[in-house]
């Protein structure tokens, strides 16, 4: 190691930059979380007339938990004088907090079935409501002699520190379904929901009526359908609905006042302001689904179909839009956003058997999805890191500057737009997209995409005589990966180097090679090679074999001279392997965050058995 961790009389030694980790792990003391949750569920059922079921459900929960943070002074020293360099942290300090939590949940409903000669119909109404009430305490003190202790009682009272907080919410729902069978083969559901939250003015919208029906017809069972023999199933079936959304933070339609302290006139002083914008005209996001589908089996049920069509519309969007800086305040939340996403998805299942002792069976699910941004009352574009949000394109683009390979002379940089910084040969090219001679943030654009498409996935099982087989294989035809910085660049933050720098431009190679190079030349906080470029970005598709099971099982006609009822042998892996061209990351690895842990292959083998 380059750096000491801790020395033969049991000091700590620095690290690279500052603290070492064993330090942090052993001396840095404990945080600790204790969670104590009751929880009762009172029932009462009602059956007053024949198909006619009415439930009372009542099920407070409590829940208490308590946080006890100690952090303990770390001193580290010279190796050679062994004299103190520094404290990390600087003293001793404890953060004892308790949380308390109240959450009651009551439900009344009724149910009616009733079957006449050729049609089955069941009635539901019911109403619900939830509330919640958090409360919490928190208190600190510091510069203790004595940090093993964990009571505050145990530090001065000098520069302590007390919080508390409350909050509460509430949920009333009222909601009814019908839903009709006629001769077994024309279906239909109608639901409808009236929500209302505390989260919203009593004065505007405080409830959203969210309906939503469903129609299906069981084609197959119809007269002109039974000559088809090779047919087993083939059901159509259309829908059509809507769903509330009240996810916004609690009260956003009151003035909430911040409070603090400040110095006037030398003295301290407890201070009060509106920070945050009230709007009371907000409610309930809405969400619109309309899908259409069918089901079908064939070769009696040996191959089983399933397709679905979907256009999701999310209408009202609560969001937070920037007000003109005059007010002086944060904007508050306000219905301003529409999205639409459009996709399919298709599940193909086959199942038979060869013979008497051969068994298998596969299925292929696939889907994709397109996202849009229909409106934004007008604002926009918003931009956040390499990501972008506007009208007519998907929620969070990939935003930066589009590459044009690499400079191979002196040149192509003199003839060429300014760049950043001081450019050299081996450096990327960036694209004037303005025309305007200065290549900077004016010359970002959409470069790709951070929804993944056409994603897949298959299982195969096998049996044969005892032996067993299953693999689950997992993939995605169609994804941008954008990685940066450790994940990228040669020497960021003292990393070193990878195969995939190997390619590098160089002043040392032929012309051609560098023409063909798949890296700039090496570079250590070089602004123009470090912007968000479309020369990051990688084909991140994949197909990966997620999970692999491989079995024997003794058969019965052995174990029944045994006190086994199941004896198995089996082999089973995650994560197994991964076919991509992604270099040197995991191609599920979030977008731009060369942090992510690696997923990790396990494999375990075992004996399952059971007695008889």
């Known amino acids: 190691p380059t750096y000491a961790a801790k020395y033969s009389d049991g000091s700590w030694g620095p690290g690279w930059e500052g603290g070492n980790p064993l330090a942090y792990s052993f001396a840095a003391g404990v945080n600790s979380n204790t969670n104590n949750t009751g929880l009762m569920n009172f029932q009462a059922n009602y059956k007053p007339l024949k198909g006619l079921n009415i439930n009372f ?216 302001a509106q920070n945050t914008v009230a709007n009371k005209k907000i409610s309930w996001e809405s969400t619109e689904v309309k899908n259409i589908g069918f089901n079908a089996g064939i070769l009696n049920n040996k191959l089983n179909v399933e397709f679905d069509y979907y256009i999701k519309n999310t209408n009202d969007i609560l969001l937070t839009l920037p007000i003109p800086l005059i007010v002086g305040m944060s904007p508050g939340v306000q219905n301003a956003g529409r999205v639409e996403n459009k996709g399919w998805d298709l599940q193909l299942n086959y199942n038979d058997q060869i013979g008497k002792d051969f068994k298998f069976g596969i299925t292929g699910v696939f889907s994709d999805v397109k996202n849009k941004v229909l409106d934004l009352k007008g604002t926009g574009p918003y931009i956040s890191g390499f990501q972008i949000t506007k009208e007519g394109e998907e929620i969070g683009a990939l935003f930066g500057l589009q590459a044009a390979g690499l400079f191979q002379t002196q040149e192509q940089i003199t ?124 084909n991140a598709s994949y197909i990966k074999l997620k999970t692999v099971s491989i079995g024997y099982s003794l058969s019965q006609s052995v174990l029944r001279k045994t006190p086994f009822s199941l004896f198995k042998v089996y082999l089973s892996g995650q994560n197994v392997f991964s076919w991509d061209k992604v270099p040197g990351y995991d191609p599920e690895a979030p977008l731009g965050n060369p942090f992510n842990y690696p997923q990790v292959s396990s494999f375990v083998t075992g004996i399952q058995i059971s007695l008889k």
């Open 57 to 272: 459900n009542y099920a407070p929960r409590f829940t208490t938990a308590f946080a006890s943070n100690n952090q303990k002074r770390i001193e580290y020293f010279n190796v050679d004088s062994k004299a103190l360099l520094f404290s990390s942290p600087t003293k001793n300090t404890l953060t004892n907090s308790n949380t308390n939590v109240l959450n009651n949940y009551l439900k009344a409903q009724a149910n009616y079935t009733r079957e006449f000669n050729w049609l089955d119909v069941s009635i539901l109404a019911g109403a619900e409501q939830t509330d919640n009430v958090n409360q919490s305490f928190s208190g600190s003190r510091e510069l203790t002699l004595f940090p093993d202790l964990v009571q505050l009682n145990a530090y001065p009272a000098l520069n302590q520190n007390v919080t508390g907080d409350a909050s509460s919410w509430a949920l009333r729902s009222y909601y009814g379904r019908l839903n009709l069978v006629a001769s077994n083969k024309y279906l239909l559901e109608v639901n409808s929901r009236y929500d209302g939250s505390s989260r919203f003015s009593a004065d505007y919208k405080r409830f959203g009526f969210f309906p939503s029906v469903s129609a299906g017809w069981i084609m197959s069972k119809e007269k002109f359908m039974s000559d088809i023999k090779w047919l087993s199933l083939l059901k159509l079936r259309a829908s059509w609905g809507t769903l509330g959304n009240q996810n916004v933070g609690d009260f956003p339609y009151i003035s909430s006042i911040v409070l603090g302290s400040g110095v006037f006139n030398g003295n301290i002083a407890s201070v009060s």
């Open 415 to 538: 003839t060429s737009a300014t760049q950043y910084g001081t450019v050299k040969p081996g450096d990327i090219k960036y694209v004037d997209q303005n025309k305007d001679g200065i290549i900077n943030a004016s010359d970002r654009v959409i470069i790709g995409s951070r929804i993944p498409r056409n994603t897949y996935s298959a299982n195969l099982f096998f049996d044969y005589k005892g032996f067993d087989v299953t693999l689950f294989f997992q993939g995605v035809g169609k994804y941008n990966g954008l990685q940066i910085q450790d994940a990228a660049w040669a020497f960021f933050n003292a990393g070193s180097v990878r195969d995939i720098h190997l390619g590098r431009w160089s002043p040392t190679k032929t012309a051609e090679e560098n023409a063909n190079a798949t890296y700039p030349r090496f570079f250590i906080s070089q602004t123009n090679n470090q912007q968000t470029s479309s020369y990051w970005m990688d």
